[in-house]
């Protein structure tokens, strides 16, 4: 709809005489992708963020930190001076979890991080379907100027033809001055057209985390293959690739391993000391040993709390699931059934419409040169030639915006 408000303000398309577009080079859209996989400061952010929960992970083997401590015993009442004690200790304790406690928390860690990698990965999606948009965009606004090129040369000729049929009598004053207006349209219209080239090259360059005044080059189109895949089959892809519904089974299992870690609540866990005495007075050196075990005393307020709350967030992930699923396939078919009017629209225009509508202008131009059409006719004509040679382009554009939202949401690239 946004190329459709640009057609509807510029019907006849100006010269790009601003533009030497035939100096710069091809823009290749699969160096485009691989500068924005590596240089996109949001996908950078992403891979910083993985890491980190990475290192996460290795961390929950783990055991608690030791602690150390020292001990003085029979202080002489009245006094600090630790030296007159009768005993000093040192000790060393080591709290030791439940056998299968920290494997799970580990798991649970690992859970977490996949969910961080499918954030990734569904970054990564998002950034390459926004650099196909902004590079067939900036496609389209250069065939603009393309097509502004070609209505110059065509509107140069009328106007030479109706200057000749002016000199003998045979147009009139008004029909040269109207081709004049039209003259002056498309130079007015070479502003927006620029304008619109510049965006979306700033568009394209902001993926790339280069300045947005940079010059990238023209854009080629990929000529599209036939779609090999069916609704169904998209369906399967969409449920298998999609990064968004890969996290949302990951944080399935994220709520079941939370849920049994915490059911392990219920067990205890140990301490176990140790202690090296050092005598001052008549008692003998020698060393201590402690073992403790902690009592879930209260488990019907803490670990029952925990229990249930772990259960309502493995329900509400199974939920959260369901939804997403079914809001991927809605996106699928909508994107499906769009691809597909892009398709059929590429193929009435290309087929039909463009050579029916080239026909009717070169017979306008030859009975105008003959004095067989009237001036107004010749004009509509070329009109409805190139704007059916802009709803092509458009068409070519807007399927292959198309199927980069459909490869987002499907998450995988589709020939």
Known sequence: MRWKLVIAVSILLGPAGLLKAADQQVLSLSEV????????PQLKAAQQKLKASQSRVKSAYGLPDPWVGLEYQNV????????DA???????????PWPGKLSLKAKVNLSQSGLIESEYKAKERDIISQVKQSYYELYLAYKLIDINKENSALTEQIVKVAERKYMVNKASLAEVLKIQVEVAKLN???ITLEN???VAQAKLNTLLNRDVSTEIGIPEYQEEKPFPYSLEGLYSLTKINRPELLGATLAIRQSSLNLSLTKREYLPDFMLTYKQRFDTGDMANGWDGMFNVTVPLWFWQKQNSMVNEMQAEKEMALADYKAMENMALLEVKQMYLKLDAAQRQIDLTKNSILPQTEQVLKISRTGYESDKVEFLDLLDSQRMYLEAEQDYYMSLVDYQMTKAELEQIVGVDLP
Not at 33 to 40: C, E, S, W, Y
Not at 76 to 83: D, E, I, L, S
Not at 86 to 96: A, L, P
């Open 33 to 40: 992708i691989a500068t924005a996989l590596k240089d996109n």
């Open 86 to 96: 009768d005993m000093k200790m040192y000790t060393i304790s080591q709290e030791i």
């Open 196 to 198: 619109q080239r510049q």
């Open 76 to 83: 002489p009442k009245g006094t600090a001076h630790f030296q």
């Open 188 to 190: 007015n219209q070479l």
